[in-house]
T-cell receptor, first 113, second 111 residues
Framework: EAGVAQSPRYKIIEKRQSVAFWCNPI?????LYWYQQILGQGPKLLIQ????????DSQLPKDRFSAERLKGVDSTLKIQPAKLEDSAVYLC???????????FGPGTRLTVL | GENVEQHPSTLSVQEGDSAVIKCTYS??????FPWYKQELGKRPQLIID?????GEKKDQRIAVTLNKTAKHFSLHITETQPEDSAVYFC??????????FGTGTRLQVFP
């Protein structure tokens, strides 16, 4: 069974530029999560989807971050414009449904200069 | 909102000893509690989980216990080995179905 796929794996941009990350969850998984993990900290939930609906986006900085999961499968997370403090690993995870084990992708390491 | 606290932040043990990591959660409606292991530069990996209708679950050298009244749950690793060295995260999911992570425990197992 294929795992969660993410791309790109690494991205370096300058502040005020925009960036987009892509995630393909495990086939059949209804729930998709985007987490931000800053070095030395635990994953922070940015947004959680159930199929193509948003379960929670209370921690998503909506003035600069956006995410979508239009067909209930793949998802994209966008940052526009990026700030220095956005430097982190962005982890996508999926689970069969909310309240079951979530499986993580390899992450995208973002560096904002 | 929901909050998950984790202690200790670092833990050093001798190979063969036991390690215990504790978490508390704020949302009394939380009903699912997974634990993740994250090695340096890698993704978090699910190692064990427990639901609120169970008090304890064991899988070889790892076990998780849950005290719903006190809103505590703990990870127990017995007969630790150097390859157990990693950062461990607890998490909780409740009424809102959000999966919230703790702050992590860096476990070092010395040979």
């Amino acid at each position: 069974e294929a795992g969660v796929a993410q791309s790109p794996r690494y991205k370096i941009i300058e502040k005020r530029q925009s960036v987009a990350f892509w995630c393909n969850p495990i086939s059949g998984h209804a729930t998709l999560y985007w987490y931000q993990q800053i070095l030395g900290q635990g994953p922070k939930l940015l947004i959680q989807f159930q199929n193509n609906g948003v379960v929670d986006d209370s921690q998503l900085p909506k003035d600069r971050f956006s995410a979508e999961r239009l067909k209930g499968v793949d998802s994209t997370l966008k940052i526009q414009p990026a700030k220095l403090e956005d430097s982190a690993v962005y982890l996508c995870a999926s689970s069969l449904w909310s309240g079951t084990g979530a499986f993580f992708g390899p992450g995208t390491r973002l560096t904002v200069l | 909102g929901e909050n998950v606290e984790q202690h200790p932040s670092t833990l050093s043990v001798q190979e063969g000893d036991s390690a215990v990591i504790k978490c508390t959660y704020s949302d009394s409606a939380s009903n699912y509690f997974p634990w993740y292991k994250q090695e340096l530069g890698k993704r978090p990996q699910l190692i064990i989980d427990i639901r609120s209708n169970v008090g304890e679950k064991k899988d070889q050298r790892i076990a998780v216990t849950l005290n719903k009244t006190a809103k505590h749950f703990s990870l127990h690793i017995t007969e630790t080995q150097p390859e157990d060295s990693a950062v461990y995260f607890c998490a909780a999911s409740g009424n809102t179905d959000k999966l919230i992570f703790g702050t992590g425990t860096r476990l070092q197992v010395f040979p």
